[in-house]
Structure formats: structure tokens, C-alpha cells
Nanobody, 118 residues
Framework: VQLQASGGGLVQAGGSLRLSCVAS????????VAWWRQAPGKDREFVAS????????KYADSVKGRFTISRDNAKNSVYLQMQSLRPDDTAVYYC????????????WGQGTQVTVSS
């Protein structure tokens, strides 16, 4: 499975961005999917996740109410709608998928840079 993330960019505080992640090589429609991020000098941190059938979502406290994860299994894609962006949301954002039986996310995209200016 290859994951390709896109949609990052430079936005002012309070603005919005929508990240996309397209999977290829195999359908990920049965895989849990997630977004993670890594800011300069910091560890990678969890942002949001969703089960394969969209029945359950989980968010980091720092993004609850501002970010929304979604997926379109017909397009083998995952999205992250980000609103009310803050400078501390600045990071490289990664999409990830977890294959059945895997103990952790084992497929990762290359990352897309999100920069929020104050």
C-alpha cells in the first residue's frame, strides 16, 4: 500500500485547509486510518483516526471541534478538514493506515507541510 498525502500549504491563523490522502496498490477500505503530525523539534503526535466503516472517530484534545476526519472508500481516500487553524498546528501531517492484524499503523504517507502564520 502506498499513501500519498496532499493539500498542505501556508494559511493565516483562523483559516482552513483540507488534507487528502489517496491510497494505491491495495484497497484500504477495511483498514483503520489516521492522521498524525510532527512539528519541528517535536515527536510525531496523533491527530485523528477513523475505523474502516466510519463508525468510530477519535481526536486529539488539541484538535477536537476544529478538525474532522473522513474517508471515501470508493475513492480509497482519507481526508482531514482543518478549521480555525492556529500557529501551533504548524507541522508536517502524515496519513497512516493499519492493515488487519497489525499492532500499529504500518503504512505511512510521505507527509504534507502545513504552516499557519500568526
Amino acid at each position: 500500500v502506498q499513501l500519498q498525502a496532499s493539500g498542505g500549504g501556508l494559511v493565516q491563523a483562523g483559516g482552513s485547509l483540507r488534507l487528502s490522502c489517496v491510497a494505491s496498490g491495495r484497497s484500504v477500505r477495511t483498514y483503520p486510518v489516521a492522521w498524525w503530525r510532527q512539528a519541528p523539534g517535536k515527536d510525531r503526535e496523533f491527530v485523528a483516526s477513523m475505523l474502516w466503516n466510519s463508525s468510530y472517530t477519535k481526536y486529539a484534545d488539541s484538535v477536537k471541534g476544529r478538525f474532522t476526519i473522513s474517508r471515501d472508500n470508493a475513492k480509497n481516500s482519507v481526508y482531514l478538514q482543518m478549521q480555525s487553524l492556529r500557529p501551533d498546528d504548524t507541522a508536517v501531517y502524515y496519513c497512516a493506515a493499519k492493515s488487519p492484524g497489525a499492532s500499529d499503523y504500518n503504512y505511512w504517507g510521505q507527509g504534507t507541510q502545513v504552516t499557519v502564520s500568526s
